[in-house]
């Protein structure tokens, strides 16, 4: 094991590194789609439903069977990484949109009639009382959001663009399993950092939420 | 986009020599899929089911059913399939093998989860008014934890068919078939029926799961959205009673509505 | 009858919660415990069917040692009603007050049919026969959570601050609704609460429960009142017991002047009558304007109730009605005093010598 990490350095990190940002960059683009369209769900109750509901529809189709249909949507060449980074934010998006809509629903109550009470006007309340204290539930959202990206990035590999998955088709395609355990550790390694990150990017968002009685 | 080349990509789907029963037929594939999926759904339900009660109501290796949620979301379903293969060779007990094990996880979760979820002043009086500890599983903490123990099924359903897609690449049968063979062929008309059939199929068990959800949970028990009552809502990402969670940190509807994040979504 | 018999609760770690505790719990009547937060009082209650069992000590049900019955059966001829009601939310209100006898293997139309009786006993609609417990409020769903516990028509009833959770208005109409049905199926019951004052509206007898699970005090809440056996009990009573203690005195034996005296008028007030011998007023200094009574009294109302019409009338009378409401008599405050003095007297001096 130790031999074939050593001779195939180059490989691993290149694939770790396509990995990467392919399952990041698309957290962050879902996200800042999500933010918006839930708070708009949360403002206008009518289109909650029929917000969700699309998420839902959305985020039920296979990861390979979305790697594949967007290209015909967007145009785009059937081997293209933007395919997996559209795909992956959409997935991020359908998630997101229903944990940000439920998270603002949740806050709304005495802290937020006494914010209108104040003088806060609609956007400041948001960015500064609603938001900050949905941020908990928010940040599970994108923790989940994460770590399911980057299990799924690997199966981009069958286009030739998976990051760690290529290590998995060499493994197959060669009959070794070295490649294959090294895949699997570092995608989940990778996992646990990224999920451990984002929960203490929410401690230090959130240092409310850590004290209080006893 | 161009007309022409849409007609290219729905070639495949509307030649009618691919929707007889034949081997490697469109129908053909759609059934083998459908057959896997429901197979495997059932071994995992059956191994999780009882697990996942048990640690909920005895609430010992509670740990071990927090996390394996987690651990399982994290774990790369192509890496795990071919993990399998590879040290057993190729075949349908590898793949089930590995589908199983990655539809464990999100039903033992939400089990554990539903039960401790449940109204403990409710269990209280259950145990109070004379129910043996078997009824009072069966008649009172169940249905009451049915919600979240029917939004671990349904995302392990999507796991199950969306991983049995990718499970082409390994030999397997199924819908992705058509995707992989169609990729190798560069028959991208092949490539669109297998990813819009799948698409379809996946949308249709999720809606079919909603509908038998909505069947056997009680109407006292469904969700209540916070101060506007939305009504239950059928998405596969959560369904949950808004009683509080047994987690630590912040305040009680945080924790359940993190709780229900968590348990209820898994890679796909 | 329930009694315990030196139960004694020790949990692992060196709490004890219940001491040394030897009480009986009269049939037929309800017997409240009560003390401050951590003095066994509800883990005594929970002995009882066994939902916690003693560390020594046995308690009994009309003579049969509780530990030697199977618990879920015991359980099931015991009436339960906690807190919170603790309703399922998955199955209706009928369902729910059905829960017992359907366990026993009553047929379920049968089943049904009693809870929705029961439902009307408890003062509910009909209507809410079908609804969810979610869709109640915490009042409706503890009058529920009683109909619950009626169900199976169990002799003895356990109550764990079954009135705790609701607001004031809504608690005193519950409150109001249990000494009815009380008065109705005469159950043997053990009552927890923290509420002095509730546990002397409520109880037959009174229990009060020190700290550490000590019985401080065992009696009727008069003998409570009048009596505090030491000054934990006094200070938990709280002050103006003699006041509070004047609720369980009737007005029977008061004398009233003729109410003609007062039609007349004396003192600077005249009592106003109407046509039919209702009061409607005291005149004061021959003003046309009329002061209203603050109430008037029946021979059954308690002494409390007749102090409380002198002092807040704009003359210092209470006016008793008769059943018509026609005023019978009139009877000044220093007449009520004087009164309160003699029977104060009598009590004395009937006291068995210590």
Redesign the interface.
Known sequence: MIDYIRNNQTIIWQALGQHVYLSLLPVLLGTVVAVPVGYLAVRR?AL??PI??L???I????????F??IP?VL?TG?LSPLNIIVALAV?TFA?LT??VA??L??V??ETTQAADALGFRRLRRLVGVEIPMAL??ML??V??AT??????V??G???GV?G??AL??R??QL???EP??V??VL??LL??VC?IGIVLLQRRLTPW??VGAG | MLVTPMLNYFGYLFDGGNWSFAQGSIPHLLLQHVEYTLITLLIAAVIALPVGLLIGHTNRGALLAINIGNAGRALPTFGLLSLMVTLVGIGTLPVLVALVVLAVPPILTSTYAGIRAVDSAAVDAAVGMGMRPLQVLTRAEVPMALPLIMSGLRSALLQVCATATVAAYVGFGGLGRLLIDGLSTNHYDEVFAGAVLVALLAIVLDLLSAAVQRSIVSPGVRERRGRRHRGSSDAPMSDAPTSDAAMSETSEQTETRQQQVSTASTSR | MITFDAVTKAFPGGNVAVDDLSVELPTGQITVFVGPSGCGKTTSLRMINRMIDPTSGTIAIDGEDVSHQDAALLRRKIGYVIQHAGLFPHRTVVDNIATVPLLNGVNKKQARENALELLGRVGLDESMATRYPAQLSGGQQQRVGVARALAADPPVMLMDEPFSAVDPIVRDGLQKEFLRLQAEFGKTIAFVTHDIDEAIKLGDRVAIFRVGGHLAQVGTPQELLDDPADEFVADFVGRDRGFRGLSFITAEGLDVEPVKTWVDGRDGVRLVLDDDGKPQGWSVNDSTDLRPLPGTFAPSDSMRLVTDLAISSPSGVAVRVDGEGIADGAVPHAAVAEHLVAVRRDAEGDRAPR
């Open positions: 109750p909650y439903q969700v509901n998420g839902g529809v985020y039920s189709i296979p990861s390979l069977a979305l594949l249909i015909v145009g059937v997935y998630l229903r944990t439920d998270a629903t949740d709304q109550g908990p539930v599970a959202g923790r989940v770590v399911s990206n980057i299990s799924l690997s199966v590999a069958f286009l998976g760690l998955g998995f088709t493994g197959l009959g070794f399993i294959i355990i895949g699997i995608s989940v996992a646990a999920d939420s850590r």
